[in-house]
């Protein structure tokens, strides 16, 4: 080979490592520079403290039975304060929505698990007293609601996610509204700003419409609320996935500021990466107690709180609650539940 061929041959491979490190600082920079933004538009969230299992009274006997499952349980707190933003003692909202949200890595799915709110639970330290479900986050806060949960329904829950109800007439705004089928009772409930009175049919609600929709209870009970609930969420989700990647961001900007949570950016990027590879058509949505009001063993007042609820059975809450999530048919209560089941039939009576 001659000394031309040579030097040319030498050329184009250096041309070749210049373009190959251009190329590698060029998808580099674009790296760093999208997981910059997405770092700024996540600082823009409430955050709070992170539980370790521990701190979550998080059972050992209930990790031992789940171990085997790659499966995120995320506790989802929908708050009835008026707006979050203004808030100044978050332990003193009520979760008027308390749901499990569900990532199930190995089926590559999502459940949503709605918990009754007035259901008589045990509220471990610093309160250490029986009280409705909800009033958990009222009296210590989210930390309190994770542990209430962990302890009365053998959940292994340490992150959670919250937002209020402000936050949805915020995102359906964002979203231009959506669409639901309403009933002929629902159209005539003559409350706050619904300001719909016809006949049953499809109707385009707006945010302040769609938080009324959700907090309608009157024509029937909590459970049916909690599907309505539900039927929310999955008509938003839908409306999401029909916007391109700039107006997501745009949505997840301007809803950043009403939500809080205790996840770190790194785990937000982690399961959103994840979540891509899910299916996000289906969701699987459960009530717990399963069979609604029928579950109900009794009604009862305490410390001047009522409706409180009694159930037939906390052991087969629990049970319902590992099958659907799990999928674990022979789940067994712990002992804590149990004795939790025990002290409370002892006290305000229960089945025989």
Known sequence: MTKLKKKQKRNKTKILLIVACTLIGLIAVIGISGNLYVDSLLNKTNRSKKLTDEEALVNQEVKDQVQDHKIVNIALFGS?????????????QRSDATKIISLDFNAKKIKITSLQRDILVYLPEPYNDYDKLNHAHWRGGPELAIQTINSNF???ITQYVGFSFEATVKLVDLVGGIDLYLTAEETHQKIRDLQIDGDDGVYHLNGQQVKEYCRIRTIDDDFHRMKRQNTVIM???????????????????????WIETNLTNDQIKNYIMNLLTFDLKHIDQYQIPSTGMEAIYKTVEYNDFSPLYVMDSYQQMVKDIHENIYEMENYQPSTKVIELEKSIYEKFGGPE
């Open 80 to 92: 009835d304060n008026q707006d979050w933003n203004e808030w100044t003692d978050t332990e003193m």
């Open 235 to 257: 008509v938003i989700l839908t409306e999401l996935r029909t916007k391109n990647f700039w107006e997501l961001m745009d949505i997840v900007e301007d809803m950043m500021p």
């Open 154 to 156: 053998d959940m292994d």
